[in-house]
């Protein structure tokens, strides 16, 4: 998708179910009272703080974030999880893992055979009602609606 990530790419064939990266940053608690987007106002602003923000599964009791300003990977390259671009047809899932080094990380998964030189995609899974709007539009591109966008297609659905 144009003005889409950095991406991750296969660099050999990868078999179903391998875990081809790992998405590390901060671990900050679920409830210390912290909101990293606390000051932020514009919605797409705050989208753009959270991008790189990862929630980890019911048990534990922190989510991962990367800040914007360590995105890139002249920054920060000792995990590739965060370059890992969306798709509503992905490829590859998130899952958990302990690493010996970082503790429990999230992990991408390669949900069926993955070539090489193949991207690296999953699917976000974010709300449809509250997320950035370069989402909707590649809802809109993949998925289809019927040749609508989100919006109407989500009206037509209700009926």
Not at 53 to 71: G, R, S, T, V, Y
Request: charge should be negative; proline fraction near 4%; include cysteine.
């Amino acid at each position: 998708m144009e003005g889409g990530g950095q991406g991750v790419y296969a660099k050999v064939d990868l078999a179903k179910n391998t875990i081809a990266a790992v998405f590390n940053g901060y671990k900050v608690p679920l409830f210390s009272g912290t909101y990293i987007a606390e000051d932020i106002e514009e919605e797409e602003k705050v989208y753009e703080r959270l991008s790189y923000n990862i929630h980890m599964p019911e048990d534990e009791d922190f989510f991962i974030d990367l800040p914007p300003a360590m995105a890139d990977l002249s920054v920060y390259c000792a995990s590739l999880g965060h370059k890992v671009n969306h798709s509503f047809i992905p490829n590859c899932r998130f899952g958990t893992m302990y690493h010996p080094r970082w503790g429990r990380v999230r992990t991408v998964e390669t949900m069926e055979e993955v070539e090489e030189d193949q991207e690296l995609l999953v699917d976000y899974g974010y709300d449809l009602l509250r997320c950035p709007e370069w989402y909707r539009e590649l809802w809109t591109r993949e998925l289809g609606g019927g040749g609508k966008n989100y919006w109407d297609y989500k009206k037509n659905t209700k009926k």
